[in-house]
């Protein structure tokens, strides 16, 4: 959940709603489901959901209250180290070390569409080569190679979104 404080109100506007309204036109834009707007001892919870009439304020399917947050709802995981990933449970591992996601977010396997892969499948990689990229809330963080060898299966796809723990390649040690 995104906390946000509300400064002071628009001249005129006692309540901030153009400000509010700015906040529901920028959630619908991107991917932030609920937000909390506090001024002095008044909150102003929105939560998108299910459409919920809300009298004198056309917010469409955001749902607008003035309480306390909602118990978070459960969310399943994309992959857990109890369960293979779903690409990896019909694939063989071949033997050696796996690097693993340290994060959630999405992998890439270059640093941009234009440039080659930081690694392929039979190349061979040191102790801190980059072998990878994960994109977590718009950082970048360069995934580097905790083993030396050769890389013997690359379990991701680029632009594939991954999970903490996640295997992204086994290294076979030389």
């Known amino acids: 959940m995104n906390d946000v404080t ?27 489901t609920e ?13 998108r959901g299910t459409a919920v009439p809300v009298p ?5 399917q955001m749902v607008a209250q003035v309480s306390a947050p909602a118990a978070p709802t459960p969310v399943q995981p994309l ?5 293979p990933a779903p690409e990896s449970a019909h694939i063989a591992m071949p033997a050696g070390h796996t690097i693993a996601a340290p994060m959630v977010g999405t992998f ?5 569409p234009k440039d080659a892969p930081f690694a392929q499948e039979g190349d061979e990689i040191h102790v801190g080569d980059p072998v990878g990229i994960i994109e977590a809330m718009k950082m970048m963080n360069e995934i580097e190679s905790e083993v030396s060898g050769r890389v013997a299966r690359i379990l991701v796809k680029n632009g594939q ?14």
Do not use: C, W
């Not at 004198?56 to 469409?60: A, L």
């Open 79 to 83: 992959f857990s180290p109890q369960q």
């Open 35 to 47: 937000i909390l707007i506090e001024r002095g001892d008044t909150k102003l919870h929105v939560k």
């Open 161 to 174: 979104p991954v999970e903490y723990g996640q295997p992204l390649m086994v290294v076979e040690p030389l």
């Open 6 to 32: 509300a400064e002071t109100p628009e001249s005129g506007d006692d309540f901030g709603l153009s400000a509010v309204r700015e906040l529901l036109r920028l959630m619908n834009q991107t991917d932030i």
């Open 108 to 112: 890439y396997s270059a640093a941009s």
């Open 56 to 60: 004198t304020s056309p917010i469409g």
